[in-house]
């Protein structure tokens, strides 16, 4: 029984009038009364009746919450997303080639509901919703974006260790010469999100190049650009102000891998260096080079308007 229906049967049962229930009985009792009397009592009699159906009904067990398991609890991909492992349509992949283990059973099942007892393992390891965690890095060079390498080069996650507890994970990557913003989450939505290029996530590098870019070349890069035989959308180019024309300001919402540098390549430019000055909304101000900090709940917002 649910604590609503629960209320308003307490309700119903505080407010029942126990004359009713006496008239009730002298109605049946009282065979001498009037014609007028006999049809009052009468419609007191099924008005009775109809308060008890009601009161009845009311106090029936709701099926529905006997069915725990279909309707309570959340739903396995979204345990797994908010875990912080990857996102809900990547966790219904791994659900369906047996990835996750509930109560050391295998569960293949998409909308199976994970209750708040239950042991949820993902590839053999136990997994849990942890609190959501945003941290902006402010990377310096010679860092490769990854969790781990096995050339032993300096990763990105030797910067924010003990940041936090919980355990996050890079949004996108920078390689290993760009410098600039960095984002780390265990939010598996958020980063999906942040990544896809349908949600149009403003990325603003500022690029040196190893010689002026010519003003013929500038409009080209404001027209069809093809790289590698694919359109890449460009959504603003122009010199940087008041420097040199090596200095270029170029803005694209592409995740492609080193999609900055094969762009000015095609054009035979060669990028000297790379920095990322602005990320979905966020700059680098007040963070210095190497430094991290952790969003404001301000921010947070912004981003899950995206």
């Known amino acids: 029984m649910n604590s609503k229906n629960s209320s308003r049967g307490r309700q119903a049962g505080k407010n029942s009038n126990p004359q009713e229930k006496k008239s009730f009985r ?56 908010n875990s912080g492992i990857c996102s809900r349509r990547e966790a219904d992949t791994y659900i ?19 209750q708040p007892d239950d042991e949820v393992r993902f590839d053999g390891t136990l997994i849990s919703i ?47 010469n760009t410098t600039g913003l960095l984002l780390f989450t265990n939010d598996g939505e958020m980063a999906k999100k942040l990544t896809h290029p349908k949600h149009n996530v403003r990325k603003l590098y500022h690029a040196s190049l190893d010689k002026k870019l010519t003003l013929s070349d500038l409009d080209k890069l404001r027209g069809d650009v093809i790289i590698e035989g694919k359109k890449v959308f460009i959504d603003a180019v122009s010199y940087v102000e008041g420097e040199r ?32 000055v602005v990320f979905a909304g966020m700059t680098k101000k007040n963070l210095p080079r190497g430094r991290w900090r952790e969003l404001t709940s301000q921010e947070v917002n912004n981003l899950q308007m995206i």
């Open 26 to 81: 002298t109605d049946k009792s009282d065979r001498n009364s009037n014609s007028s009397s006999k049809k009052r009592f009468a419609t007191s009699s099924s008005d009775n009746k109809k308060q008890f159906k009601r009161d009845f009904k009311k106090y029936q067990p709701n099926k529905s919450v006997q069915k725990t398991t279909e309707s309570t609890g959340i739903r396995l991909n979204k345990y797994i997303s």
């Open 96 to 114: 369906e080639h047996g990835s996750v283990t509930v109560n050391g059973d295998l569960v293949t099942e998409m909308g199976y509901k994970v």
């Open 130 to 176: 942890e609190k959501k965690r945003y941290i902006i890095l402010n990377k310096p060079k010679n860092y490769i974006t990854t969790m781990e390498d096995d050339r032993g080069r300096k990763t990105v996650m030797e910067i924010i260790a003990g940041a936090t507890k919980e355990r996050i994970y890079p949004v996108g990557r920078l390689d290993r």
């Open 245 to 276: 024309k090596t200095e270029v300001g170029i803005e694209i919402h592409s995740g492609r891998n080193r999609i900055v540098r094969k762009i000015f390549e095609n054009y035979g430019y060669t990028v000297k260096k790379l920095d990322r």
